[in-house]
């Protein structure tokens, strides 16, 4: 088990060191942000003293160096745009994603596992068709689509629901759902085709064959181990969500990282986009780390396999 | 069963060799699952219509006619045939800007996954096959792209190097690697051990030869699959990009953008940006049609990925 640990945790800082290059090489390549910051008659002295100031006219590889020494200290630099510190906007904003992507992971899991079970234990069923229609629908739908359509008939339409904003439940519902629904496909359709898998299984007959009610076969036999495919599909989608939400927090002007970034690549603020790339690949993989611990328990033959 | 090694590597190349298994056996395999039937056929359709429109519509999507501005479907009062669709805010007509988008959706969504999988198979193959320092190389270097935002990793690039239709394929398709090259890792390292290949290489065949005659045509399959239900991904992640203004630059038409200017006529206009979403919808639902028909009729263990 610590062998498994200690190689998660090695996983976990290549990747970080990794991502930490890419995105600094990345940006760097993106054009010159000095002229950006000054008035576009500034005179090539001025601009070469800003460039001078900033650091930006030494070799890539000191400016990296800069920058990790720097990060690991907690400074992302300071944004060119709102000349604030880079994870002060950051900390602002990341609540607002962090609630609805966990708002939206925790309602497709709700409703999508449920499904997925009962599909699996009907399957042929009116219930298991209709509902594996439903989801190939979900999946084929754009969530910025679905979220558009929402604001149309809820919104414009109906009036029921506010358009846009942070700050109220009403607000929270349409942006979660239509970034709900996508996943909700995906987990019911995983849900299913691993139930179904482990159903047909022998230890499944031998506990139907012993006299245990269908109840704790399905529930707690075949669950356990249909669990697993779920949670590392489920954690991988949940660190992907939170930077995923770019587009529906366009739409729905809620004022999380997403719009943050996209704002930024506009305004080409290198600062900014560097630490909020850095920080939602930081929750990715923290989450992956998460999911590779919470398989020990899951899936005791990793622990086992591993030190052997 | 033979046992020389000369035999069994004939036997294999009868038995088990590489033959690029699609064939009609396949075809018949995918079309008798129904619901894979009416994909191909949806998708066939909506492959000729965007290739074949100009023969029969000749609207320009450009043409701009400012005193036909939000003309509704030709469905609904004050709607006319010589806009089945209506038009938009600069009275441009929405069905040739739909019409003229798909081209752009398929191009992308196709292209972008063939040179995903161009990359994904060479270095997959490499990987798997040679093992070693180099595939713990590439395999590392897959697990950090894997952690970088899919998302964030397109849009920074798409800002880097500005927005036209070849740097869309060229970064949604690099990005998407990782995938295709995991996949085959895995089946090269199983098909490695298998007789075939052993029998290959004790008859003295070279590397690059047993890679490209006996491995790459058994992986086949499961490129086919998952590259089919990649494109529906990538499509509606294009569409994505060009909702905020990042795709193929104005004023070429593309669904992503359609909504994203429709957006603000939303209680004018409902048909601004309800028919490119379904555009979108219909493309995706008869890919997905047609990955999930594939995926049953030639890999059912690729069940849990894909999607």
Redesign the interface.
């Known amino acids: 088990m610590l062998r498994y640990l200690l190689k998660r945790l090695w ?1 976990t800082v ?2 970080v060191i ?2 930490s290059a ?2 600094f090489f ?2 760097h ?3 010159d942000p000095v002229m950006l910051m000054l008035p576009a008659d500034a005179s090539m002295q001025e601009v070469e003293q800003l460039r001078q100031k900033l650091g930006f006219n030494d070799p890539l590889y000191v400016q990296y160096g800069r920058f990790v020494s720097k990060a690991v200290r907690g400074d992302f630099g300071e944004s060119l745009y709102y000349h604030v510190p880079a994870m002060e906007l950051i900390v602002e904003r990341l609540p607002a994603s962090l609630e609805l992507s966990f708002t939206a992971m925790l309602l497709a899991l709700l409703v999508a596992v449920p499904i997925g079970i009962i599909s699996a234990i009907h399957r042929g069923s009116a219930l298991d068709m209709g509902s594996m229609l439903a989801a ?2 979900g ?4 969530h ?2 679905l979220g ?2 929402f ?2 008939i809820f919104s ?1 339409k109906l009036g029921w629901l506010p358009t846009s904003g942070r700050g109220t439940p009403a607000q929270l519902i349409m942006p979660s759902v239509a970034l709900a629904l996508g996943l909700m496909a ?1 987990f019911a ?2 849900t299913r ?2 139930m179904l898998e482990v159903l047909s299984l022998d230890y499944i007959r031998t506990a139907r064959a012993k006299g245990l009610r269908e109840f704790f076969v399905i529930g707690k036999h075949a669950l356990k181990n249909a669990l697993i ?1 779920l949670v590392t ?1 489920a954690g991988m989608q949940f ?2 969500l ?3 939400t ?2 529906i927090e ?2 729905f002007a809620w004022p999380g990282v997403g719009r943050l ?2 704002q930024a ?2 305004n ?1 603020d290198y600062p900014l ?1 560097q630490c ?2 850095l920080i ?2 930081l929750i ?2 923290a989450v ?1 780390l998460v999911v590779d611990i919470l398989y020990i328990y899951l899936d005791p033959r990793i622990s086992f396999l591993e030190d052997k | 069963m033979p046992s020389d090694a000369a035999s069994i590597y004939r036997y294999s190349r009868e038995r088990l060799g590489p033959s690029l298994r699609l064939t009609a056996d396949t075809i018949r395999e995918v079309a008798r699952r129904r619901s894979a039937l009416w994909g191909g056929i949806m998708l066939c359709v909506i492959f000729l219509t965007s290739l074949l429109f100009p023969l029969f519509y000749h609207v320009d999507p450009l043409a701009q006619d400012l005193l036909a501005r939000f003309v509704p479907p030709a469905w609904l009062e004050g709607g006319s045939m010589s806009h089945p669709l209506g038009t938009d805010n600069l009275g441009r007509d929405v069905l040739a800007r739909i019409l003229y988008g798909s081209r752009i959706s398929l191009v992308v969504g196709f292209s972008a996954v063939l040179l995903g999988e161009l990359v994904g198979i060479v270095l997959g193959l490499v990987s798997g096959y040679y093992g070693g320092k180099l595939d713990s190389l590439i395999m ?2 897959a ?2 792209f894997m ?6 990793l397109t ?3 798409i ?2 190097l500005g927005n036209s239709m070849f740097n869309l394929i060229l970064v949604l398709g690099i990005s998407d690697w990782t995938i295709y090259a995991r996949t085959i890792r895995g089946s090269v390292l199983s098909l490695k051990e298998k007789e075939f290949v052993e029998a290959a290489r004790a008859a003295g065949t070279k590397n690059l030869s047993i890679i490209t005659r006996h491995i790459f045509p058994n992986v086949i399959s499961p490129l086919l699959v998952l590259g089919t239900l990649r494109v ?1 991904s990538i499509i ?1 992640w294009e ?2 990009l060009s ?2 203004g990042m795709g193929v630059p104005p004023p070429t038409p593309s669904w992503g953008r359609m ?1 994203a200017d429709g ?1 603000m006529y ?2 004018d206009a ?1 048909w601004l ?2 028919l490119p ?1 379904l555009a ?2 219909c493309t ?2 008869s890919i ?2 047609l990955g ?1 028909g594939l995926r049953d009729a030639l890999d059912p263990r690729l ?2 990925v894909g ?1």
């Open positions: 996983h290549y990747v990794g991502i890419i995105s990345f940006i390549l993106s054009g190939l629908f999946l084929s739908m754009p910025f689509w558009i359509m604001i149309m414009v995906m359709r995983l085709s691993v495919p599909v660190g992907l939170i930077g995923g770019v587009i366009t739409v970034v996209v690549i506009f080409r986009v909020i790339v939602l690949a990715f993989v992956n | 590392r270097t697990d950090i952690a970088y935002p899919f998302m964030l849009i920074s690039v800002a880097v529906a509606i569409s994505g909702f905020l909504l957006r939303i209680s409902w940006v309800t979403g979108i919808m995706i639902l997905n049609l999930d069940r849990n999607n």
